[in-house]
């Protein structure tokens, strides 16, 4: 069982930054960190993925350049840096775990707001 615990969510002007993280308990190494956003009204939405094992990434089109996702091994906490916000930005974020290389996520994250004033 993998408990994911994050914190870093707050209030901030647009163009302001934010760093999120997700603290993972138990083992991670073979697997993928996710983190999501939902804005109230719209899907659930994924914003970046990181692979633990070698830290390759995948970021949303809409985030890029923008927001980097990065990790600690040894603290097992997975890193998201939020530059230059903008209020479409606003949303509760989550941080998933996915053990496979497809499929769903396994662990979430009780989920962090973020909300950018303009």
């Known amino acids: 069982q993998v408990q994911l615990v994050e914190s870093g969510g707050g209030l901030v002007q647009a163009g302001g930054s934010l760093r999120l993280s997700c603290a993972a308990s138990g083992p991670t190494f073979s697997s993928y960190m996710g983190w999501f956003r939902q804005a109230p009204g719209k899907e659930r939405e994924l914003v970046t993925v990181?692979?633990?094992?070698?830290?390759?990434?995948y970021y949303a089109d809409s985030v890029k350049g923008r927001f980097t996702i990065s990790r600690d091994n040894a603290k097992n906490t997975v890193f998201l840096q939020m530059n230059n916000l903008k209020p479409e930005d606003t949303a509760v974020y989550y941080c998933a775990l996915r053990l496979s290389d497809i499929g769903a996520y396994d662990y979430w994250g009780q989920g962090t707001q973020v909300t950018v004033s303009s």
């Open positions: 990181i692979r633990w094992s070698d830290g390759t990434t």
